[in-house]
């Protein structure tokens, strides 16, 4: 979380949530919808850039749209609400 919401570096909230991304694990997406939840507009902005990267061709990170579905589910509501915005991202991406 810390690295996501790194007030001095945005390059390193950028750089964390495509390796989280990429990663696409539950444990990995619940730490950036909780980041996304906590965030303010600049960071959540860098923390989508950092998704978008990852999602981007040619591997795209197929895992994170999966788990986006298991996260809408969580019993914390800060991670249901980053997880709705991780998966606006995902079908943003892939119109």
Request: proline letters at 4%; one cysteine or more; charged letters at 20%.
């Amino acid at each position: 979380m810390g690295l996501l919401l790194d007030v001095a570096d945005t390059a390193v909230t950028r750089r964390t949530a495509e390796a989280l991304a990429q990663v696409g694990t539950v444990a990995a997406a619940r730490v950036i919808a909780l980041a996304v939840a906590d965030a303010d507009d600049n960071h959540a902005d860098w923390i989508q850039t950092g998704v978008q990267d990852a999602l981007a061709p040619p591997d795209g990170a197929p895992g994170l749209v999966a788990v986006c579905g298991q996260l809408a589910r969580d019993p914390e509501a800060a991670v249901r609400r980053g997880a709705a915005e991780l998966f606006a991202w995902t079908v943003d991406t892939r119109c």
